[in-house]
């Protein structure tokens, strides 16, 4: 019963989060209030709706493209307000970045639903999906990942700003690609690892891998900076509070969902093999070439 009331206050609070920094950020712009918030309510109202049959039928399969599907929901949705209501053209700006988050949000969402479809389960959701609170708490959590993570380039979209050609948006887009590269890299790296008969059972230490634990995770973060990097000459007053998207990606990544759970099934996995504690010996757990200062017990 506690863990169920604790599940549902989370719920609660990941749409009150969502619904604080949509009304701070609009403050300097009424007109784009209204169009953030539905964007928002759009996010939240898939989630909702996808996580009703999955808890019927007790399958995660569908929850990591929901993210993809709210993703693009929510791109039309702006796009359907700035082009068909408002009867503006898109600046190459937004243009620009809306292409960056299409092509991040089919990618990442096609290749990890193909991943867990191959695999059958994924075993994050091994008891989630058996209990309601907890599962449609994933659900809404996931709500909140879509929105905090694009609320940046949501802003930045809805200003539809003409500006082109700064450093900013040059240098944003640089980092974008970097980060994407990287990414896309590594998760295609780790794939090709997996459909190795010859590594069954063994981890990845090759590659991108040998630089950093989780590069995948370094490439997402950089991309979503790259994505702030070119909003900035956009923001305006409290607008900037939406550059809370990199800082939330990474501290979610990094202190929730991401890297805290993989290295603890990494650790129950391999923790008494050598080559294992050697390779987090000398592997950065994040940031390729930092000094590691963990230590192996």
Not at 102 to 111: C, K, N, P, T
Not at 267 to 278: A, F, L, P, V
Request: proline letters at 2%.
């Amino acid at each position: 019963m506690k863990n169920n009331i604790k599940d549902h206050i989370a719920s609660i609070l990941s749409v009150i989060i969502a619904l604080v920094v949509s009304f701070l950020s609009t403050q300097n712009s009424n007109q784009h209030s209204y169009i953030l918030f539905i964007c928002m309510s759009s996010i939240f109202m898939i989630h909702w709706i996808i996580f009703i049959p999955s808890y019927i039928f007790k399958t995660e399969k569908y929850y990591d493209i929901t993210g993809t599907i709210a993703y693009l929901s929510m791109i039309l949705v702006a796009l359907y307000f700035i082009i068909i209501v408002n009867g503006e053209e898109l600046s190459i700006r937004s243009l620009v970045s809306t292409l960056l988050v299409l092509i991040w949000a089919v990618r990442l969402g096609i290749f990890l639903l193909l991943r867990v479809v191959k695999a059958g389960e994924d075993k994050r959701f091994e008891n989630v999906k058996l209990s309601f609170s907890k599962f449609l708490m994933y659900f809404t959590i996931s709500s909140l990942w879509v929105f905090l993570t694009t609320i940046n380039f949501l802003t930045m979209l809805l200003h539809n700003s003409v500006l082109i050609n700064d450093i900013f948006f040059l240098l944003g887009l640089l980092i974008w690609i970097f980060g994407f590269i990287i990414e896309v890299v590594a998760d295609e790296q780790k794939r090709r690892f997996k459909l190795n008969l010859d590594n069954k059972g063994k981890f990845i230490s090759s590659g991108l891998w040998s630089y950093s634990r989780h590069p995948n995770y370094f490439g997402e973060i950089l991309l979503w900076i790259g994505m702030a990097i070119i909003s900035l000459p956009v923001l305006l007053g409290w607008e900037y509070i939406t550059l809370i998207s990199p800082l939330f990606v990474y501290m979610l990544l990094t202190k929730m969902s991401g890297i805290p759970i993989l290295e603890k099934q990494s650790d129950e996995r391999w923790g008494n093999k050598s080559d294992y504690q050697n390779y987090k010996k000398i592997t950065p757990v994040l940031f390729p070439f930092k000094k590691n200062h963990e230590k192996i017990d």
